[in-house]
């Protein structure tokens, strides 16, 4: 998911905050017997835009190069994706690239399999995710459960959306963080890769990965 802003006809200090291409976003870890039912009542009184809960299939793929980058193939029943995310210690603000590949052939995992060995793959491994979110005008908030290998993390995420400056997009996810009782004290600065996969790793690739993040 990533935040769309339009920038036609501004100016060069609006245009320096495209945020076409930017994740920002807050995660919240939550304990595993978290019932989001309470969550859910909550979102359901604001004015909700859209609303939905699937099952998802996420392959990350990490390449030699570039080497700050983790590449995401998506798929589940209604969408499947391709997508780049930049690597960062901290996961609110990064860049996310997504492209739209057609649903109708079915799991096109082979063919960015070979994409990216040209890239020089070093690892790629499969994670599931159940989730259900919901989307507002100024942001979309979400709810899931993960699991790869048998580690498992619960996580309420919330992503700003159709901002045209990070600042506004930052004040977004502050007020929702207050609506909805989270203490922004606890964030979760980790991605899902650093959560789930990292601790999987060749201890190689796990040391470099360790360094990249730690000094971005």
């Keep these: 998911m990533g935040i769309a802003g339009n920038d036609r006809g501004m100016g060069a200090e609006a245009k320096a905050e495209d945020l076409r291409f930017l994740e920002i976003e807050h995660k919240f870890l939550v304990p595993p017997a978290y019932d989001p039912e309470v969550l859910f009542a909550m979102l359901r009184t604001e ?23 983790v590449y995401r193939h998506r798929l589940d029943a209604s969408l499947q994706q391709l997508t780049l995310k930049s690597l960062a ?10 492209l739209d590949l057609n649903l ?12 990216l060995a040209k890239q020089g793959l070093l ?50 996810l502050a007020r929702w963080e207050k609506r909805l009782g989270l203490d922004p ?30 000094s971005s």
Excluded at 47 to 69: C, G, I, W
Excluded at 89 to 98: A, F, K, L, Y
Excluded at 185 to 214: A, T
């Design 47 to 69: 004015r909700v835009q859209k609303h939905y809960r699937t099952e998802v299939q996420d392959t990350y793929y990490l390449v030699a190069h570039p080497s700050h980058v």
């Design 89 to 98: 210690g901290d996961n609110e603000t990064r860049t996310e690239i997504n």
């Design 185 to 214: 004290h606890q964030r979760c600065r980790s991605s899902l890769l650093e959560l789930l996969l990292l601790p999987h790793l060749p201890d190689e690739l796990r040391g470099r990965l360790q360094n990249l993040l730690s």
């Design 123 to 172: 690892w790629s491994g499969t994670l599931f995710k159940s989730l259900e979110v919901f989307y507002f005008d100024d942001a979309e908030v979400c709810f899931y459960r993960a699991r790869f290998d048998g580690d498992h993390v619960a996580c309420i995420e919330i992503e700003a959306r159709g901002h045209t400056s990070i600042g506004s997009a930052q004040a977004a």
């Design 104 to 115: 109708a052939p079915g799991d096109q995992g082979q063919a960015i399999t070979a994409f």
